[in-house]
């Protein structure tokens, strides 16, 4: 929260500090810094393994897919290659996160149940 000594003072954003102490200029910088690392190892892997299995599509879906960095970033560097890849995601209304899905679920068919009883099985797959 931004505290100026006058209502009508604009505040100094090169000071601003979060709730948490935090500068908020720092905090900016670092998310962006881990936001295009993570983008840049996915795209090149992504664009890699596909240039590797002779792939010339790449679709993006759930959450991630509504990240325009992350589109942009695939655009960006398959204008740059010579194997021919399309890139296609859906419209960022259909691009919803998997966790908003489970809340809502679990918001309309509530059963608590008691975490000590929950059993999770890295195994598990599906057939």
Do not use: W
Not at 53 to 61: A, D, E, V
């Amino acid at each position: 929260n931004l505290v100026s000594e006058s209502q009508n003072e604009i505040p100094d954003r090169s000071r601003a500090r979060n709730d948490n102490g935090l500068d908020e200029n720092l905090v900016d910088e670092i998310c962006y810094a881990t936001q295009k690392a993570i983008v840049d190892v996915l795209v090149k892997k992504t664009i890699r393994a596909a240039e590797l299995y002779n792939c010339n599509n790449i679709l993006i879906g759930g959450g991630v897919s509504a990240n325009q960095a992350l589109l942009d970033n695939f655009k960006s560097q398959i204008s740059n290659i010579k194997y021919q890849i399309d890139v296609a995601a859906p419209e960022k209304k259909y691009s919803t996160d998997n966790g908003a899905m489970i809340g809502a679920y679990a918001a309309l068919n509530h059963h608590p149940v008691d975490l000590e009883k929950i059993k999770a099985d890295p195994e598990l797959y599906f057939s």
